[in-house]
């Protein structure tokens, strides 16, 4: 594995067919040709993902859209054009350019051109688009940072570009516009009134809405067992913790620095303050939860902020890593 700050060499990389993991302005991604079956394997192979699961296709600015999705609606146009580059990741009919293996065997494809510079350069002088999903292992914390993309995959990626620590913290926003009404598949990193502002209330995902794996309770998990509760009921989950774990438990708080100032008497070994702005939280997020495993916490009671803007991206991501686990391994 190379890590670096080489554009042309990630992209050569890429059009041999090779991993390179690059910054986005919402995590890092782990990008492969998206037109080739065998490269965007080796995504599947790396990550430890099923192959079902879809690969959000990363654009350069200047991608015609036509290229890479079909039967395009005015409404995506709209989007496109007033949100992108940005968090937003719009699904759409699958166009010819896109691997079949890379929108695992589905008709539809997520496209997004991101805003991060660097981001930008590489899908700019790699000249197609770029199958990635968070450079992480299944299921883990996704990557904020090129420390945390080396520390999950290090062996089983090509080209790590470092572009520092990634704006914005949580994953894109997913719109699904591919079965004429727009639904909200996952809150993300562009706020949900924002693209109502545009084309009006977004729905609800159903029963036939595309299945958007990374909505399974269990994603986004640290190790630890997090407990995500309100603000007020911090103070006692701690001490319920506290009790329930005996004295070798490590408990710890994620909260904003706020109201930890208004807790003197918390029963936690460890708080871990966060910006009060719901956009400082998803930023320091998924940092905060890796630390917080490295030290070797038992419980981290997660205090949800307001579920508005980005804070229900936070509130989303929270409750997944609260959500019931799979395994315990
Ligand atoms: O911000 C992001 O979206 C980051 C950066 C790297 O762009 N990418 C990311 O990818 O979070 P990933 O694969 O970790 O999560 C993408 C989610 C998955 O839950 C996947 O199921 C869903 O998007 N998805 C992708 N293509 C889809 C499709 N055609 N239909 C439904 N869901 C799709
Ligand atoms: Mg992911």
Not at 286 to 304: C, F, K, P, S, T
Request: hydrophobic share 45%; with cysteine; aromatic share 4%.
């Amino acid at each position: 594995m190379k890590r670096g700050t080489d554009i042309a060499e990630a992209a050569r990389v890429l059009r041999a067919g090779g991993l390179v993991a690059f910054p986005t302005e919402t995590v890092y991604g782990l990008g492969a040709d998206a037109s080739s079956d065998a490269a965007v394997a080796r995504i599947f192979a790396a990550k430890g993902r099923p192959r079902a699961h879809p690969l959000i296709v990363h654009l350069a600015p200047e991608a015609q859209l036509d290229d890479w999705a079909i039967e395009v609606p005015e409404a995506a146009r709209t989007l496109a054009a007033k949100l992108w580059p940005g968090p937003l990741t719009i699904i759409l009919a699958r166009g010819p350019r896109v691997s079949l293996a890379t929108t695992g065997g589905s008709p539809t494809v997520g496209l997004r051109v991101p805003a991060h510079p660097m981001a930008q350069e590489l899908l700019r002088a790699f000249g197609g688009g770029v199958a990635a999903p968070s450079a992480n292992r299944f299921g883990a914390v996704s990557p904020t940072t090129a420390d945390h993309v080396a520390s999950d995959l290090g062996h089983d990626v090509d080209y790590i570009l470092d572009g520092g620590a990634c704006g914005v913290g949580v994953e894109s926003t997913i719109v699904d516009l591919s079965r004429g009404r727009a639904v909200l598949l996952r809150p993300g990193g562009l706020a949900r009134e924002t693209i109502e502002a545009i084309i009006g209330p977004l729905g609800i995902a159903d029963e036939e809405a595309p299945a958007a794996p990374g909505t399974l309770a269990s994603h986004y998990a640290p190790r630890a067992r997090v407990i995500a509760v309100q603000l007020h009921d911090v103070p006692r989950a701690v001490a319920e913790a506290r009790t329930s774990l005996g004295a070798d438990g490590v408990v710890a708080v994620l909260a904003p620095e706020g109201a930890v100032e208004a807790w003197p008497e918390l029963a936690a070994d460890l708080v871990v303050r966060l910006p009060d702005d719901v956009e400082g939280m998803a930023h320091s997020l998924y940092a905060a939860l890796r630390d917080l495993d490295e030290l070797g916490v038992n419980v981290v009671i997660a205090a949800l902020p307001p579920a508005s803007g980005l804070g229900e991206a936070v509130v989303d991501r929270l409750l997944r890593a609260a959500g019931p686990r799979r395994s315990e391994s």
